[in-house]
T-cell receptor
Framework: SAVISQKPSRDICQRGTSLTIQCQVDSQVTMMFWYRQQPGQSLTLIATANQGSEATYESGFVIDKFPISRPNLTFSTLTVSNMSPEDSSIYLC?????????????FGEGSRLTVL | QKEVEQDPGPLSVPEGAIVSLNCTYS??????FMWYRQYSRKGPELLMY????GNKEDGRFTAQVDKSSKYISLFIRDSQPSDSATYLC???????????FGGGTRVLVKP
C-alpha cells in the first residue's frame, strides 16, 4: 500500500479564515480524492484531484469553497475557504495508484479541523 | 433512501466471539466492494477488497458478496479487543471510481 502523509494532522481555526491541507504520497498515483468526515458521520467525497487540470467536484461542493491543486502525481492540496463552524470535520486524502491493486483505495490519517 | 445502508450499532461482543457485519445497497451497478476499519482519530484502513459476488478470506476476516440480494457481509472470527473500531463498507461501480460509503458500524469487543 502507498504511504500517505497529511499536514496538518489537526488545527483549530477562526471563523472566516482559510486553511490549506497538504497530501504527499510516497509513490506516483493515478487517482487522488479528497473526502470529508463530519463528526459521527461516514465519509463523503468532496472531489477528485486531477493532475494538471481542474478538480472534479461532487454535488454540493464548489471550487470557491474547496479549491484543490494537484501539480504532480504525488502531491495535492485542499483549501477550506472562509471557514465556518459547519466546516469542522476530518478531511481525508485518498489514493488509487498504478502500483496498487486496481480499485483499492487507501487513506491518509486525516486532518482534523475545528472551526471556532 | 441512502444508496448504502449499514446498521450504526454499537455491536458489543465478548472476546473470542464471531463479529458479523453487513451492508445493503440499492444500486445494482456496484461491482467492487470494500471493508474498512477505522480506529478513533485515525484514517480508514482497508481490510478486504472483493470484486463481484463470492467469498474472500484473509486470516480471521471473511468477506461475502451476494449481488442478487444486494447484500455484503464481513465476519471476524476469534474477535479480540483490538478489533474494537468502526467498520465501514464501501462500494464502487468501477475500479478506481469514487466510493460510496455506508454509515459505519461501531464494534466493541469486551475482554
Amino acid at each position: 500500500s502507498a504511504v500517505i502523509s497529511q499536514k496538518p494532522s489537526r488545527d483549530i481555526c477562526q471563523r472566516g479564515t482559510s486553511l490549506t491541507i497538504q497530501c504527499q504520497v510516497d509513490s506516483q498515483v493515478t487517482m487522488m480524492f479528497w473526502y470529508r468526515q463530519q463528526p459521527g458521520q461516514s465519509l463523503t467525497l468532496i472531489a477528485t484531484a486531477n493532475q494538471g487540470s481542474e478538480a472534479t467536484y461532487e454535488s454540493g461542493f464548489v471550487i470557491d469553497k474547496f479549491p484543490i491543486s494537484r501539480p504532480n502525481l504525488t502531491f495535492s492540496t485542499l483549501t477550506v475557504s472562509n471557514m465556518s463552524p459547519e466546516d469542522s470535520s476530518i478531511y481525508l486524502c485518498s489514493v488509487v495508484g498504478a502500483g496498487l491493486n486496481t480499485g483499492e483505495l487507501f487513506f491518509g490519517e486525516g486532518s482534523r479541523l475545528t472551526v471556532l | 433512501q441512502k444508496e448504502v445502508e449499514q446498521d450504526p450499532g454499537p455491536l458489543s461482543v465478548p472476546e473470542g466471539a464471531i463479529v458479523s457485519l453487513n451492508c445493503t445497497y440499492s444500486n445494482s451497478a456496484f461491482q467492487y466492494f470494500m471493508w474498512y476499519r477505522q480506529y478513533s482519530r485515525k484514517g480508514p484502513e482497508l481490510l478486504m477488497y472483493t470484486y463481484s459476488s463470492g467469498n474472500k478470506e484473509d486470516g480471521r476476516f471473511t468477506a461475502q458478496v451476494d449481488k442478487s440480494s444486494k447484500y455484503i457481509s464481513l465476519f471476524i472470527r476469534d474477535s479480540q479487543p483490538s478489533d474494537s473500531a468502526t467498520y465501514l463498507c464501501a462500494m464502487a461501480r468501477a475500479a478506481g471510481n469514487k466510493l460510496t460509503f455506508g454509515g459505519g458500524t461501531r464494534v466493541l469487543v469486551k475482554p
